[in-house]
Nanobody, 129 residues
Framework: QLQLVESGGGLVQPGGSLRLACTIS?????????IGWIRQAPGKEREGISC????????YYSDSVKDRFTISRDAAKNTVYLQMNSLQPEDTAVYYC?????????????????????WGQGTQVTVSS
């Protein structure tokens, strides 16, 4: 099973930026098909906001973050990043990265992330003046 550790969260003013990192480890850290970022705001359901496929690098963004957030992967470092720009108070949430270790006929990166098989512990992002 994979281990995932998020870092890079914190407090930022509206309009600011943060870069989250998700470091993947385990006996076979490349044994996944996609990495996703899922967030959960207080009192709200989990929201899958982005994912990247290990093979081919195809990416997905939810409408709520499209054109503001960018997901990328550094294979040499076994790390997936989420660059977040133009942050707004509604982006305040705990951000989780998660891995999907199963081959599927198709992948849906939205929703609550129920298909992901390994999760990190989460990192808090707070956007406030």
């Amino acid at each position: 099973q994979l281990q995932l550790v998020e870092s890079g969260g914190g407090l930022v003013q509206p309009g600011g930026s943060l870069r989250l990192a998700c470091t993947i480890s385990g006996s076979t850290p490349e044994e996944y098909y996609r990495i996703g970022w899922i967030r959960q705001a207080p009192g709200k359901e989990r929201e899958g906001i982005s994912c990247i496929m290990r093979s081919g690098g195809t990416t997905y963004y939810s409408d709520s973050v499209k054109d503001r957030f960018t997901i990328s992967r550094d294979a040499a470092k076994n790390t997936v990043y989420l660059q977040m720009n133009s942050l707004q108070p509604e982006d305040t949430a705990v951000y989780y990265c998660a891995a999907d270790e199963y081959f599927r006929d198709s992948y849906y990166c939205g929703g609550g992330g129920d298909e992901y098989t390994s999760w990190g512990q989460g990192t808090q992002v707070t956007v406030s003046s």
